[in-house]
């Protein structure tokens, strides 16, 4: 059992515990969180682990620790101690006792290069947030005043983005201008913000292998790589389907009883959001897929669409694992051992439930009748 220091990290200070094989310890003693006092402090216990506290400046001080070749460990916080004041001292101390025990659970944390391309995405999804409030603060308007543009030509309602329905609008409602402007400043960012995302995406094989399965757009595409990084990582795909959340839960709470209805939500929140846009986007223009197939069975008999799409989403999360791990790309006729998520036998589907909507039915069908995907 290795010597193991212990560090409960904040901003501005940290505080850390040196605990021995023999359980003596030295300390808690505080420094500051400044990369020099980190430096001297690794350059003073070389021989010792680093187990630190999962929290919002983590990553640098893991960056730095692995530049200095200290074996460093990012863990999640143990349970607290009883309710009192809060003590970092007390929770040094616990980390260290705790780590020693083997109680904690290591956190993997993305090598600088992939943080930054996880950083991109967000910003792409921020300015799309933040484009799509402006818009709703000028339909807003709209809707307060009773107006609603038509277009030139007929007097059929049209939305408030071409150039004509803008001049409409400010020629009754000149004070918007300052929102329109919002908007195209915003707009404009994230065709730029979505270039640099697209040329990234060239250079990287794994997102170019994802890119294959209908429904996933460099976007989507290039999030799932970053959280995913190292496919070695995970040896199952209900591994993987687990790290991003998916993963039904079972629990009961008064006389309330769920049984699979709900999901974890484990992980980044925002890739989910991505995740339900590729299976909304897979279903309406890859209606011949299996994946689709299932859903339109679900939804037609008795399922919600939300629990349907749910289903989707897993079986894209486990279709990208296969692909990855058998490094190849996306097919409708897939390989025979990877094709257990085909109809199974005696389920065949009625002459309603084969029948694609509308909606689905805006694409020419994809070549083959198969999804090439692992359960």
């Known amino acids: 059992m290795r010597p193991v220091v212990a560090i409960d990290a904040h901003k501005a200070s940290c505080t850390y515990v040196v605990r021995h094989w023999d359980q003596t310890h030295a300390g808690p003693r505080r420094i500051p969180s400044t990369r020099d006092a980190l430096t001297k402090l690794a350059h003073a216990y070389p021989e010792h682990d680093f187990v630190l506290e999962v929290c919002s400046v983590h990553e640098w001080m893991m960056d730095l620790f692995r530049a200095e070749g200290i074996h460093a460990m990012a863990v999640i916080p143990p349970k607290k ?150 496919i070695t990582r995970f040896d199952r795909a209900e591994q993987l389907v687990r790290y991003m959340g998916l993963d039904p839960v079972h629990g009961s709470s008064g006389d309330s009883h769920w049984d699979g209805h709900r999901i974890s939500k484990k992980g980044t929140s925002f890739i989910r959001g991505l995740l339900a846009q590729g299976a909304w986007s897979h279903v309406t223009f890859c209606p011949d897929s299996d994946i689709s197939v299932n859903y339109r069975r679900l939804v037609l008999r008795g399922k919600s669409k939300q629990q349907a799409l749910m289903m989707v989403m897993r079986r894209l999360v486990k279709t990208s694992f296969w692909l990855l791990k058998e490094n190849r790309d996306f097919t409708m006729n897939g390989p025979a051992r990877s094709a257990i998520c085909r109809t199974p036998r005696g389920a065949a589907l009625t002459s309603v439930e084969m029948e694609a909507p509308a909606a689905m039915r805006r694409m020419q069908p994809l070549a083959g009748t198969q999804l090439g995907c692992r359960e």
């Open 81 to 230: 101690g009883p309710v009192g004041k809060k003590s970092d001292d007390d929770d040094s101390t616990r980390l260290a006792k705790k780590h020693q025990a083997g109680e904690l659970e290591e956190v993997y944390v993305a090598v600088p290069e992939i943080r930054v391309m996880r950083d991109q995405v967000r910003q792409h999804e921020f300015l799309k947030r933040k484009w799509v409030s402006v818009n709703n603060h000028i339909q807003h308007a709209l809707n307060r005043w009773n107006f609603h543009p038509t277009a030139s030509d007929s007097n059929r309602q049209v939305g408030i983005y071409s150039a004509d329905t803008r001049h409409q609008i400010l020629s009754r409602f000149p004070h918007l201008d300052a929102l329109f402007e919002v908007a195209d400043v915003l707009d404009q960012r994230m065709r730029t913000s979505r270039k640099r995302i697209e040329e990234l995406g060239k250079s990287i094989p794994e997102v170019q292998r994802l890119q294959s399965v209908p429904g996933f757009g460099p976007i989507i595409t290039l999030a799932l790589y970053t959280q995913i990084v190292d």
